[in-house]
T-cell receptor
Framework: SQQGEEDPQALSIQEGENATMNCSYKTSINNLQWYRQNSGRGLVHLILIRSNEREKHSGRLRVTLDTSKKSSSLLITASRAADTASYFCATAHSGSARQLTFGSGTQLTVLP | NAGVTQTPKFQVLKTGQSMTLQCAQDMNHNSMYWYRQDPGMGLRLIYYSASEGTTDKGEVPNGYNVSRLNKREFSLRLESAAPSQTSVYFC?????????????FGPGTRLLVL
């Protein structure tokens, strides 16, 4: 399967701490995207990083991509209770022009 | 702007019944998608429509049909529901087809097949 795998499956931290989630994949990609899903809601796009990029920032989010290790990480700094959600990576694989492949997600709980 | 809307929010079906899930977007997007989400798994693509008038199979199309009614609307039909189709269904859209841009998701339809 080309599916990305997030690690850990669940993460619980205190408000103000940083949260790091990882995504690994198996075949070469064009880009990798991170999405957030609040309980009972649809997914919301957070950030896209292209295969020729190594790091990208958006507000409190920092994404890194290591194509040699076929892995990416999402760092949320100074977490807030409102960051509690599931986070998914989605990979756009080379040769698959139209489909994103989603991982199974990391459930992040930020405790107040 | 409502974004992507889906109806119904929740549905219970008996095995063998049929139903249509509705999806509409008001962002003038060309491409639309149907996914299913099962516990412990990521989203899996059922069907997509790159542009009005075209539809293509995704990863798990068996047991489903779709219609791209117009640019705004993309429906998913279950002709004869099975318990294995119990899932949460998400519709999404993007400006253009392809994977180089983000997708915008609806709130989902929770379907229970007894």
């Amino acid at each position: 399967s080309q599916q990305g795998e997030e690690d850990p499956q669940a993460l619980s931290i205190q408000e103000g701490e940083n949260a790091t989630m990882n995504c690994s994949y198996k075949t070469s990609i064009n880009n990798l995207q991170w999405y957030r899903q609040n309980s009972g809601r649809g997914l919301v796009h957070l950030i896209l990083i292209r295969s020729n990029e190594r790091e990208k920032h958006s507000g409190r989010l920092r994404v890194t991509l290591d194509t040699s290790k076929k892995s990416s990480s999402l760092l949320i700094t100074a977490s807030r209770a409102a960051d509690t959600a599931s986070y998914f990576c989605a990979t756009a694989h080379s040769g698959s022009a139209r489909q994103l492949t989603f991982g199974s997600g990391t459930q992040l709980t930020v405790l107040p | 702007n409502a974004g992507v809307t889906q109806t119904p929010k929740f549905q219970v079906l008996k095995t063998g019944q049929s139903m249509t899930l509705q999806c509409a977007q008001d962002m003038n997007h060309n491409s639309m998608y149907w996914y299913r989400q099962d516990p412990g798994m990521g989203l899996r693509l059922i069907y997509y429509s790159a542009s009005e008038g075209t539809t293509d199979k995704g990863e798990v199309p068996n047991g489903y049909n779709v219609s791209r009614l117009n640019k705004r609307e993309f429906s998913l039909r279950l002709e004869s529901a099975a318990p294995s189709q119990t899932s949460v269904y998400f519709c999404a859209s993007s400006v253009r087809p392809g994977t180089k841009m983000s997708q915008y998701f609806g709130p989902g339809t929770r379907l229970l097949v007894l």
